[in-house]
């Protein structure tokens, strides 16, 4: 029995809870929250157990996570071609992975209601104007002017359709054929095949269909569902609690409570308050919780919220998501690691890569360096291994669009380039090209 004494969906409510809109339409939001608590869960327990699962094997080192996605889906990108080129990346970058690390990979995308952002700060400044910042399209609109800015809870309503309407699509490819091993080889994108890591890839997908029509000549039976349907599971931060409580619900068959939202929910690095909201909310529900840790941790204060997010120690409930910096992650992911795991603490250690490696170019904008974020990457497998942990897995902001906000990478991205397709309206994410190279030098660490 999980120790979910005192626990009730609502009781978050007397707790102090960050980063939350600052709703002008007290009277609607309630209404909206009333309507959305009665509205079908995206996702079911069964399936938010199954990755628990896979991710307690993960922990053990026997399977390794990708995660990946947006920094922030937008509304107006809810298309069919933008899903399918994002799961075909991150199905591109865990064939890699699996093929190098002979091991499973758990695919969890951050899609479909990845839509809340915590910001740095309430307001920024353009024009001479300070307005308030964006806060994800659940909330208000990039646009930069005030009365996009100002929260509107009709956005929340919005959000879950057109969460479920993701979730739909993602199902009908992962189950229908498309995320079929089969298909390995159509993967490669037209834009990517060209390039050196899309010839890389397609000699690696080359050698996996011949090994399928291999086992098909000798009289293996290729048709089976490992084979057929790829496994995806879907992740967000778990920020706006009103939404994440509305969708919350009790498992008629099995028992528990569990956050329908998504398969996986994360507590970012502004709310992960001991006593805050948001550790308070997600304490009770039973998905497998993310946690992000930047450099200004504690490690008892980690030690702690741990203990209180997973009192049984169940492993596959808690994945620490570090993200320090290349320049940091030398002075602070050992001490996290030896402190974890003198605790006894069951935790699915992974890195991401992004967060603390963002500067702003010259040309203004925002972006992070390719060759920073491989560095930060090398560290924690490097620092895992010499500690006796297990490097179990990595988060990346990516997506399957041509785009160039992050400098670097096999095509040398410019600082000058930035502006050609920079689309992202919050951090700048891997494009897909980017991500394969990624996923090669990775593959390159784990090969076994
Ligand atoms: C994010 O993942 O987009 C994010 C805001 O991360 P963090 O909480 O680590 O800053
Ligand atoms: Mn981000």
New binding site residues.
Partial sequence: MEKTRNWNKTNWHHFPALQQPNWPDKERYDEIIQTLSLLPPLVFAGEIRDLKAMLAKAVRGEAFLLQGGD??EEFSRCTAPNIRETLKVLLQMAVILTYAGNKPVVKVG?IAGQYA??RSSDTEKINGMEIPSYRGDMANSADPVLEARIPDPERLLKGYHLSAATMNLLRAFTRGGFGSLHRVQAWNQEFVKQSPMGRSYERMAKQISNALKFMETIGISTDIPQLKEAQFFTSH?ALFLGYEEALTREDSIAGGWYDCSAHML?I????RQLDGAHVEFLRGVRNPLGM?V?PNYDSDDILRIIERLNPDNEPGRITL?T?FGFKAIEKHLPPLLRAVKKAGLHVLWTC?P??ANTFKAESGHKTRDFENILSELRCFFELNWVEGTVPGGV?F?LTGDDVTECIGGARQLSDAQLGQRYLTT??PRLNAEQSLEMAFQIAEMIRS
């Fill in positions: 920094c922030s951050r952002k915590p931060e994360w970012g690095d502004r709310t992000k930047g998501i993200r991401d992004m967060h988060h902001e919050c951090d």
